[in-house]
């Protein structure tokens, strides 16, 4: 699986962005995806992971603004990013794990995407 992120860039805060990642092979719709982000100095983070069959969740910090969903069609994931503050600066990445199950913990996913920069100004 080869996973394409995409969708960052330079926003104020309380502004939105949409990340999307794109994802090859023929077995998506069996995958869980996940959202991650690294800020500068910081350990890789969980954003917001959703299973093959819809059931999502979220890191506390980010849960009621930002948004994961998956269009199995498309084979593409999705985060929805609302209300951003400049704490939500960071490298974006899409992760993928063979399996129902999306988690919270980075090691489980075997497929990186190459990560998407998201800056938030004050």
């Known amino acids: 699986v080869q996973l394409q992120a995409s969708g960052g860039g330079l926003v104020q805060a309380g502004g939105s962005l949409r990340l999307s990642c794109a994802a090859s092979?023929?077995?998506?719709?069996?995958?869980?995806m996940g959202w991650f982000r690294q800020a500068p100095g910081k350990e890789r983070e969980f954003v917001a992971a959703?299973?093959?069959?819809?059931?999502?969740s979220y890191a506390d910090s980010v849960k009621g603004r930002f948004t994961i969903s998956r269009d199995n069609i498309k084979k593409t994931v999705y985060l929805q990013m609302n209300s951003l503050k400049p704490e939500d600066t960071a490298v974006y990445y899409c992760?993928?794990?063979?399996?129902?199950?999306?988690?919270?913990?980075?090691?489980?996913?075997?497929?990186w995407g190459q990560g998407t920069l998201v800056t938030v100004s004050s």
């Open positions: 992760a993928a794990r063979p399996g129902t199950v999306a988690t919270m913990t980075p090691d489980a996913y075997d497929y």
């Open positions: 092979g023929r077995t998506f719709s069996s995958y869980g």
């Open positions: 959703i299973r093959s069959g819809g059931w999502t």
